[in-house]
């Protein structure tokens, strides 16, 4: 999970760097085809191909579609915004999960958890600062960006049981990656070499990236893995110092703590009742 994190905060820093370069779609398109492409490959390499047959196919395009949003509106900010700035707003997505369950889903959110998810929240707004001179709107997009991931994460929770999860792993970047291909010939700029391989890294550390999260899920529940993906949030920080030259904030290092903080208080109140029942 802690690799997991690593590479895709790595995808995330091409993906800036590229963006300097060529338009967000070409970028996505990048991410996502080459993601797809290896996804594809992996899951037919037994020539079975029942993989590409859903039970629930409209519920898996929206989910698709709330991913490719998510990556937009994120892959778009990293053109305005620091890496790690983007990255921790980000990462208010686990903590909205918490609120949309109990919204959507009927779940039952305690006044802890409830809490925890208004703290998280006040830790957005100290990284983004809004009415502060220097406020950055941009800073809106990876907000956004947590929301989409968030229903995401909401309709993968309800895909469960539902469709082979060797069909929800593919069709999450594949539509996306369909689309892509469609509107990309129009905002093209031929790559040279490097760039090139640059796009083909991208959906490389995005698929390896994904491929060890599921890979830990087989060995350790997700309630004792959830706290370690916060190795992405790091590994952001260090590209985004030492690579890019941006300068950590206080907003952002005080911002960052409190919502990795509340996201680690739901998963520790999560976890304790999962063992309590148990």
């Known amino acids: 999970m802690i690799c997991a994190g690593v590479l895709l905060a790595t995808m995330d820093a091409l993906s800036k760097q590229l963006t300097g370069s060529f338009d967000t779609v070409q970028v996505l398109w990048g991410r996502y085809f080459f993601h797809t492409l290896i996804i594809f490959v992996v899951l037919s390499r037994k020539l079975d191909f029942s993989f590409l047959k859903s039970r629930q196919p409209y519920l898996q395009l929206r989910r698709s579609i709330m991913l490719i949003g998510a990556t937009a509106t994120m892959y778009l900010s990293l053109r305005y915004i620091p890496l790690a700035n983007a990255t921790s707003i980000q990462f208010f997505a686990p903590v909205l999960v918490t ?19 208004m703290i998280g929240f006040c830790g957005v707004l100290v990284i983004m600062q809004p009415g502060v001179g220097d406020f950055n709107f941009y800073a809106l997009l990876p907000l956004a960006t ?133």
């Open 99 to 117: 609120v949309f369950a109990g919204l959507f889903l009927g779940e039952k959110v305690g006044i802890h958890r409830q809490l925890a998810a």
């Open 146 to 278: 947590a929301f989409m991931l968030a229903t995401y994460l909401l309709m993968t929770r309800q895909l469960i049981g539902k469709d082979d999860e060797r069909c929800t792993q593919f069709y999450a970047t594949a539509i996306g990656s369909v689309l892509l291909s469609f509107i990309v010939p129009w905002t093209w700029t031929p790559p040279t070499g490097i760039e090139f391989c640059m796009m083909v890294a991208q959906g490389s550390l995005g698929a390896l990236g994904h491929f060890l999260i599921l890979r830990a899920f087989q060995f350790a529940p997700a309630s004792l893995l959830s706290p370690f993906l916060y190795s992405q949030l790091l590994a952001a920080t260090v590209w985004s110092v030492f690579y890019f030259e941006d300068e950590p904030s206080s907003g952002l290092l005080v911002g960052a703590t409190i919502l990795v903080g509340s996201g680690l208080y739901i998963w520790w109140r999560e976890r304790n009742k999962k063992l309590a029942k148990s």
